[in-house]
């Protein structure tokens, strides 16, 4: 009986560093890169302006509001005499109508976040909380300058279509760009800070208008001198915008440092 030969076994292949490199890749997760600070940005303020633009629930509220407060001002302008001219005042009623339809605007920015959760589960992703506020106030800007556009001429086709208005007018621009950032800044940290209170309404206007009255003081001299004109218009327009726009540089960069600590609180 012959022996059986043995049967050879068959020799291990030693993997190439081309399989092993494809195989490390394969097991290895991909590590996750955190998105810029300008893509969050962009991410959350998009966020918020496609839920405005779908429900509309701000722009339209304060849209009636404004209105409604126009209305007021006609009646109680009915009551002045014949020959009364709004144009001295009338820098004073622009900025009263700006700072009511603020508020309401304001109420309102983190209602959404409040009655769905939604600022809980961003408090969880990892980004930077500054970043939560510039999106905000921008939003905030955003939505004031909508409402503005749309009542300004209003305004203007109710209570200054009669006056002569000075060929300067077209400079009132500058102290509303600049007065609805700082109102937009403020605004949204004190919204912050009451938006988990009881009486957010109330303590919103009481925070909000001493802590804005700078601001408020220095816009309505900057719109008031440019729809009135004169040849000294520029010594009060100019120094009035430069403390409205320090005003803006400084409590927007305040309100910048401090948000990550308020909305963490």
Not at 2 to 13: L, Q, W
Not at 33 to 55: A, H, M, N, V
Not at 253 to 262: E, P, R
């Amino acid at each position: 009986m012959t022996a059986t030969e043995p049967t050879p076994r068959a020799t291990p292949s030693v993997p190439t560093a081309t399989a092993t490199s494809a195989a490390a890749a394969t097991l290895t997760p991909t590590a996750t890169r955190r998105p810029s600070t300008f893509r969050q940005y962009r991410i959350l303020l998009g966020k918020d302006l496609r839920r405005e633009f779908r429900t509309r629930e701000m722009l339209t509220s304060m849209g009636i509001y404004a209105v409604l407060v126009l209305i007021v001002f006609g009646t109680a302008l009915m009551q002045a005499s014949a020959g009364f001219d709004v144009l001295p005042v009338a820098g004073g009623l622009i900025w009263a109508l700006i700072v009511f339809t603020s508020l309401l605007g304001l109420n309102r920015s983190f209602s959404h976040e409040k009655e769905e959760a939604a600022l809980e589960g961003i408090m969880l992703v990892p980004l930077d909380r500054s970043v939560i506020f510039l999106a905000k106030a921008s939003a905030n800007v955003l939505f004031l300058l909508v409402v503005e556009i749309i009542t300004l001429p209003l305004f203007y086709f109710l209570f200054l279509s009669g006056s002569a208005l000075a060929a300067t007018f077209g400079l009132a621009i500058v102290p509303l760009l600049v007065g609805t950032i700082g109102i937009a800044g403020v605004g949204t940290l004190l919204a912050t800070i009451t938006v988990n209170t009881r009486g957010q309404d109330v303590l919103l206007a009481v925070l909000f208008v001493p802590l804005v009255f700078p601001l408020l003081y220095a816009c309505v001299a900057a719109t008031s001198v440019a729809l009135l004109g004169g040849e000294d218009m520029m010594a009060t327009f100019g120094p009035a915008v430069a403390l409205a726009a320090a005003y803006d540089v400084i409590m927007i960069l305040v309100s910048w440092l401090l948000y990550d600590f308020i909305i963490s609180a």
